[in-house]
T-cell receptor
Framework: AQSVTQLDSHVSVSEGTPVLLRCNYSSSYSPSLFWYVQHPNKGLQLLLKYTSAATLVKGINGFEAEFKKSETSFHLTKPSAHMSDAAEYFC????????????FGAGTRLAVHP | KAGVTQTPRYLIKTRGQQVTLSCSPI?????VSWYQQTPGQGLQFLFEYFSETQRNKGNFPGRFSGRQFSNSRSEMNVSTLELGDSALYLC?????????????FGSGTQLSVL
C-alpha cells in the first residue's frame, strides 16, 4: 500500500532563509507524488507533482522538490521564504486504486517570521 | 473561469440529522472527488465520481454517500450524523482522464455536529 510520512509537524523559518519540508514515501511501484498547500480558510492548491519524468520538479512560487528513490524521499524546498509562504503543506501520493484517490500526509505547518 | 464552488460554506447540525453538501466543478471537468479533513485524522478520501458513476470509494461507513448529476455537479449526503462527523469537507474536480492530473479544490464546507 502507498503512504507518505511528513517528518515535521511544524517548521519555523525567518523571512529570506531557506525552507525544507521533509517527506518520505512508501510505495510498491514508482509513485506519483505531489505537494499541496493550504492557506487558512482556503482550499488546497497544487504546488508541484512528480510523475516519473525529471527527478527535480519545479513548482509554483519558487518551490521545488527532488525525488530520491534510494532514500524514498520527496522533500520540498525553497531558497528564500516569504511571509506569504506561511501555510500548511501536504505531501501526497496517489493510491494504487487511482481515480484521484489521494493519500495525504499529516501536514507540516510552516511559520515564517520577519 | 470560475473555480470549484462548494455550498454551503458553513453548516451546523445536531446528532441524528442528515445533511447534503453540494459541489459545482470547474466547467468541463467530469471528475469530482470528496475528502474529509479533521484535526485528528487529517485528510481522507471519501469517494470519486466520473460521468455520474462512482469509480472509487474510501473507507467510510455507508452513512456517507454521494452522487453526480449529468452536468457534473455532485452532492454528498451524510445520514444519522455523529459528533465525529464534524469536519471540513472538501470537493475537488479534474478533467477525469488521468489519475495523476491536477485536482482543483474548493474552499470546503465546514460542518459542525452538536
Amino acid at each position: 500500500a502507498q503512504s507518505v510520512t511528513q517528518l515535521d509537524s511544524h517548521v519555523s523559518v525567518s523571512e529570506g532563509t531557506p525552507v525544507l519540508l521533509r517527506c518520505n514515501y512508501s510505495s510498491s511501484y514508482s509513485p506519483s507524488l505531489f505537494w499541496y498547500v493550504q492557506h487558512p480558510n482556503k482550499g488546497l492548491q497544487l504546488l508541484l507533482k512528480y510523475t516519473s519524468a525529471a527527478t527535480l520538479v519545479k513548482g509554483i512560487n519558487g518551490f521545488e522538490a527532488e525525488f530520491k528513490k534510494s532514500e524514498t524521499s520527496f522533500h520540498l524546498t525553497k531558497p528564500s521564504a516569504h511571509m506569504s509562504d506561511a501555510a500548511e503543506y501536504f505531501c501526497v501520493v496517489i493510491s494504487s486504486g487511482g481515480y484521484n484517490k489521494l493519500i495525504f500526509g499529516a501536514g507540516t505547518r510552516l511559520a515564517v517570521h520577519p | 473561469k470560475a473555480g470549484v464552488t462548494q455550498t454551503p460554506r458553513y453548516l451546523i447540525k445536531t446528532r441524528g440529522q442528515q445533511v447534503t453538501l453540494s459541489c459545482s466543478p470547474i466547467s468541463g471537468h467530469r471528475s469530482v472527488s470528496w475528502y474529509q479533513q479533521t484535526p485528528g485524522q487529517g485528510l481522507q478520501f471519501l469517494f470519486e465520481y466520473f460521468s455520474e458513476t462512482q469509480r472509487n470509494k474510501g473507507n467510510f461507513p455507508g452513512r456517507f454517500s454521494g452522487r453526480q448529476f449529468s452536468n457534473s455537479r455532485s452532492e454528498m449526503n451524510v445520514s444519522t450524523l455523529e459528533l465525529g462527523d464534524s469536519a471540513l469537507y472538501l470537493c475537488a474536480s479534474s478533467l477525469g482522464g488521468d489519475s495523476s492530473e491536477k485536482l482543483f479544490f474548493g474552499s470546503g464546507t465546514q460542518l459542525s455536529v452538536l
